[in-house]
């Protein structure tokens, strides 16, 4: 599986941007798929989670209400749509894939879930 990540860049509090994470190397509907984002000096850290067939969605406290996750299986992708963004927003974001079962968030919430990285696209927020 290779997970290619684009569209972040520099942008002002209150902004949008919208970020891609193009699936290939197998089928995507077998992967859930989800976002974290690591900031400067810290560890990364959940965003966002979507299922297989992008009906079941969850995301952190710190994002919810103005970050959207979906996926578009025709395309092979997945969005992560960051409005009203905020200095705070600032870091590196990282599409994740998992073949493995989401039963819990626990799970999904977990990093050492996923079995597939992308490289990650910087987001800086300017105040």
């Known amino acids: 599986v290779q997970l290619q990540a684009s569209g972040g860049g520099l942008v002002q509090a209150g902004d949008s941007l919208r970020l891609s994470c193009a699936f290939s190397g197998r089928t995507f509907s077998d992967y859930y798929m989800a ?3 690591q900031a400067p000096g810290k560890e990364r850290e959940f965003v966002a989670y979507i299922n297989w067939s992008g009906g079941v969605t969850d995301y952190s406290d710190s994002v919810k209400g103005r970050f959207t996750i979906s996926r ?3 395309k ?5 749509q960051m ?14 894939a998992s ?3 989401a039963y819990s ?6 990093r050492g ?3 597939y990285w992308g490289q990650g ?6 105040s």
Do not use: M, Q
């Not at 409005?83 to 994740?96: E, G, H, I």
């Not at 968030?105 to 977990?110: D, E, G, L, P």
């Open 35 to 37: 976002w974290f984002r």
């Open 72 to 74: 578009d299986s025709a």
């Open 76 to 80: 092979n992708t997945v969005y992560l």
């Open 83 to 96: 409005n009203s963004l905020a200095p705070l927003d600032t870091a590196v974001y990282y599409c994740a």
């Open 99 to 101: 073949r493995g079962i």
């Open 105 to 110: 968030s626990s799970v999904y919430y977990n």
């Open 113 to 115: 879930e996923y079995d």
């Open 121 to 126: 696209t910087l987001v800086t927020v300017s």
